[in-house]
């Protein structure tokens, strides 16, 4: 890598030394035309060279195009700086109205680009009438043979009207989901979560999941051993709730206990879901699992797992009461109403 960049710095100091020679050469050709024309060293240079006195006599007749030309772009160029900053102003204040300015941006930029050209050829003589109506022509010409390029346009300008997803919301496009970085006029930027970028053309978006519209649901399967009375668990999660739903600020509502859900070779499992921002759902997820499993170890419980016994295990007697066991299903039950709308089938 030193290597590289100080023979990168090498060849540009080179390049400087180049370009400096250049112009103290032409610097001397200039200044010995007009201060010994009578050499021949000058006249040899008007003939092979530069001719200092045609050039300026030249450029003395095109000086009021040159300067109809600057006036041009300086006005073009000032009136699209105002534009743009005017839209980066007023469109910044939600997602949707950011979508809107980066469409406009972009449509703004290729306008002022082909009314510089037309307003330059016009400040030097070209009748941009008849230019204009070929360029119309050429339109239609280039049109019937980029049909994809104008599909992928109107495809754009429909996904930002009809609200589809905005700029900063995360949605799911075929199988790559990511934040939308960008909506142009031609395609649509993807920031997944490893950086990598995808970019789709407007016209070939089809599905689209939009995950940050309504909240997520975080969704973990629990274990514990057969030997651990389901009561007992469900006692423990309804004491502890609160306590985890304070420990993970992320969560918005819940967390909800939702049943057993499976029986594996030596564990039970049950659910428990909570919902929170998309963005936030896989540290929720990963959060409520260390959550149950710090519950687990405080009352003794421990997740069984193939094992080779070499002695005799301490036999663990969990006493229910039938206060417990009241306890226990009164909490299912209100539990069960409380999460009976949410679905865990969620991308």
Request: hydrophobic letters at 45%; one cysteine or more.
């Amino acid at each position: 890598m030193k290597n590289n960049e100080n023979g990168k710095k090498i060849f540009s100091i080179v390049e400087l030394l180049i370009l400096g020679i250049f112009l103290l050469a032409l610097i001397a050709c200039f200044a010995i035309q007009l201060a010994a024309p009578h050499l021949a060293f000058s006249a040899w240079i008007r003939e092979n060279v530069w001719d200092v006195e045609k050039s300026l006599i030249s450029l003395k007749s095109h000086v009021p195009t040159l300067i109809k030309s600057i006036i041009y772009i300086v006005i073009v160029y000032a009136v699209c700086r105002l534009l743009r900053v005017f839209f980066s102003v007023r469109m910044k204040k939600n997602y949707r109205a950011q979508t809107t300015f980066y469409l406009l941006d972009g449509f703004v930029k290729y306008a002022c680009a082909i009314a510089i050209i037309i307003l330059v050829l016009k400040a030097c003589g070209v009748n941009t009438a008849a230019l204009v109506a070929s360029i119309g022509v050429l339109t239609l010409v280039v049109g019937l043979g980029a049909q994809p390029l104008i599909a992928d346009i109107i495809a754009g300008i429909f996904i930002i009207f009809e609200d589809e997803y905005h700029v900063g919301e995360i949605v799911t496009i075929g199988d790559f989901r990511g934040t939308v970085m960008e909506i142009g006029i031609r395609s649509t930027k993807l920031l997944d979560a490893a950086g990598n970028i995808k970019i789709i053309n407007n016209s070939a978006i089809g599905d689209v999941i939009n995950l940050s519209r309504e909240l997520s649901l975080a969704v973990v399967d629990c274990d514990f051993p057969y030997d651990v009375p389901v009561e007992v668990v469900e006692n423990i999660l309804k004491n502890n709730f609160e306590q985890i739903a304070s420990n993970i600020p992320a969560i918005k509502e819940g967390p909800y206990y939702k049943g057993v859900c499976m029986f594996k070779d030596s564990n039970v499992t049950i659910k428990i879901v909570a919902k929170c921002l998309e963005e936030d759902r896989f540290q929720v997820e990963r959060d409520l699992n260390r959550e149950y499993r710090r519950l687990l170890t405080e009352n003794g419980i421990d997740i069984a797992y193939p094992q080779v016994v070499i002695n005799y295990p301490t036999e663990k007697n969990f006493q229910v009461s039938k206060q417990d066991k009241a306890s226990a299903v009164e909490f299912t039950q209100e539990q069960t109403q409380l999460a009976k709308d949410l679905e865990e089938q969620q991308n």
